[in-house]
């Protein structure tokens, strides 16, 4: 069965491009341990609630965008492993130690079974 991991993430907006570079590489390692679809979404129509809102679950700051992003994966036994085998490898890219372009105590995060999943016959 299908497994999802989703997260929200607060991005200065001035790091847009920092964020998407990094996410792409992290992105990469993930489809490469066997990930099916990664995808990060910029926000763009992000509405302010009186209540809730995904600018409040991420303590957002003035200047910051919420990410909106997903991993796909074939199970929850895939996904277990793979997670597994990054937290143990080098960092590639060598960026230990180097700030990310966000802030990670501030990462709304969670696993999924599908519940509903309707695809477009245009798809």
Request: some cysteine; glycine content about 8%; aromatic content about 10%.
């Amino acid at each position: 069965m299908a497994y999802v991991d989703g997260y929200i993430v607060p991005v200065r907006t001035e790091d847009r491009e920092a964020y998407r570079s990094a996410e792409a590489a992290f992105g990469a390692r993930l489809i490469a341990a066997g990930a099916l679809r990664v995808v990060e979404c910029w926000g763009d129509e992000v509405a302010h609630g009186k209540v809730t809102d995904f600018y409040r679950a991420i303590a957002a700051k003035d200047g910051e965008t919420a990410v909106f992003s997903w991993i796909e994966w074939p199970s929850k036994a895939v996904r277990d492993a793979a997670m597994a085998r990054i937290e143990s490898e080098p960092d590639p890219a060598g960026e230990q130690g180097h700030p990310a372009p966000f802030d990670g105590k501030r990462i709304v995060f969670g696993g999924f079974v599908p519940l509903v999943d309707l695809l477009s016959p245009q798809s």
